[in-house]
């Protein structure tokens, strides 16, 4: 350690000590860019700031003013959790965000989860050493569970992907029970919530992405999370038959085939896409029998990847003249959903679909004139399918009646499968 570095140390030890806190705040703050490496000056960053965030309970917007310099002046590498001091400094400063007085919780997560998952962005803080870390830690975890549950996938899946699951403990497993009996969920399932939940938003994006090199890598590196988390939730499933493990695991599966088909043989890639349709269609029963909208519900876009997957196109056809269907009349498709449409019946020679939803939708739903790349590619496919031959020698006729007797179809295929899974039962 350099003279300087220790005099720095020093100092601020003594400011400390003879309770200067404003003085010390000041100091530290100087010191910490000249000497980012030492460990010393920043923990003393964290003690003060501890002190300080102690008197501001009542006061949840200085306190998170005060909390937001965390990640500049006491942001630690995984090397630094060595220290034994530091995870309970850490814990100490989670016991004070639970503390906080606020009528809504979830407005003080939202303020909070930027500058902390830029603050512990390593999952050492979250490894456990021996039994007993598990009480004297304690609200490092329930403060994690506080953060998971009010904040929106797209504020922390990117955070808890990257800090993965290696740090659970068999503890975050099980479920717990709080005074009034009330069943608390394994912390792990809000782990993986969040997680499934960005991975699957991230998927789509790129999915619907132009393919380009940046994509295909991402594509490949997304694939690789997925294949991790499904092995962690085939570990879990042993360990512990929860029902939502399960239910992540589908999902994880789902995203598996259409991120990194390859990685799957022939067999196995229909296998599974099998088992994904027998189950999503399992968990529609309670709304068919409700007579529920479907269009609105994830799983039912999930039975419709599946379905174009095995080529199943009349149903597939049957899926999206369901998703038209409004209050006794057809809306038009979004361009996207209109592309994958048309595609789907020209595979089955339905060309009287195709050539009807092209005119009703270009007429309900003009193209705008816009320099968007999504937008000009839509408009180069349709015109090329409005040149191609199949166009011009198919009449436009009213097809209303076919598509209610597709829909229709598609809803009796849904009821049939529910039925007789149920009977197998």
């Known amino acids: 350690m350099s003279a300087n570095a220790h005099e720095a140390i020093q100092q601020g030890k003594q400011l400390i000590q003879a309770k200067h806190y404003a003085e010390a705040i000041r100091h530290l703050k100087e010191s910490i860019p000249q000497f980012p490496e030492h460990y010393e000056l920043k923990y003393l960053y964290l003690h003060v700031i501890n002190i300080y965030l102690s008197n501001y309970l009542t006061e949840p917007d200085i306190f998170y003013k005060i909390f937001a310099s965390l990640p500049h002046f006491a942001h630690f590498d995984s090397k630094e959790f060595r220290h034994p001091h530091l995870k309970p400094k850490i814990n100490e400063t989670c016991q004070l965000i639970l503390e906080v007085k606020i009528k809504r919780r979830r407005d003080l997560v939202k303020q909070l989860i930027t500058p902390f998952t830029q603050w512990l962005d390593t ?35 990117p955070w808890i992907t990257k800090l993965g699951l290696d740090w ?66 085939l570990t879990y499933l042993q360990q512990n038959p929860i029902e939502q493990f399960e239910h992540q695991l589908l999902t994880v599966r789902h995203h598996l085939l259409s991120i990194i088909p390859e990685h799957f043989s022939a067999e196995d890639y229909q296998q599974i896409n099998e088992q994904l349709l027998g189950q999503f269609k399992v968990e529609l029963q309670p709304k068919i029998i409700e007579k529920v909208n ?31 269907f409004h209050s006794d009349d057809f809306y038009p498709l979004s361009y996207a959903n209109l592309l994958e449409y048309v595609k789907v019946c020209l595979a089955c020679q339905q ?6 939803e092209i005119e009703y939708t270009l007429i309900n739903e003009p193209l705008p004139d816009d320099e968007n790349e999504a937008l000009c590619n839509y408009q180069k496919t349709l015109k090329s399918w409005q040149g191609a031959d199949w166009y011009e020698a198919t009449s436009l006729q009213d097809v209303t009646l076919k598509k209610i007797q597709k829909a229709h179809a598609f809803i009796e295929y849904l009821k049939n499968a529910v039925e007789t899974k149920s009977n197998e039962t």
Request: with cysteine; hydrophobic share 35%.
């Open 351 to 356: 060309y009287d679909l195709a050539k009807f």
């Open 294 to 324: 479907l269009t609105n519900i994830k799983t039912f876009h999930k039975i419709l990847t599946c379905l174009i997957r095995a080529q199943a196109h009349e149903l597939v056809i049957g899926g999206y003249c369901y998703r038209m």
């Open 123 to 157: 999952a050492e803080f979250l490894k456990i050493q021996h039994a007993e870390e598990l009480t004297q830690l304690s609200a490092i975890r329930l403060c994690l569970r506080e953060l998971l549950h009010l904040s929106p996938f797209q504020d922390c899946g």
């Open 168 to 233: 659970i403990d068999p503890s975050d497993l099980q479920y717990a029970s709080t005074k009034n009996s009330k069943q608390v969920v394994p912390l792990v399932c809000h782990c993986l919530n969040k997680t499934v939940a960005y991975l699957e938003s991230e998927g789509q994006r790129l999915s619907s992405s132009s393919e380009c090199a940046e994509s295909s890598q991402r594509k490949e590196e997304l694939g690789q999370v997925f294949l991790s988390l499904e092995n962690k939730l």
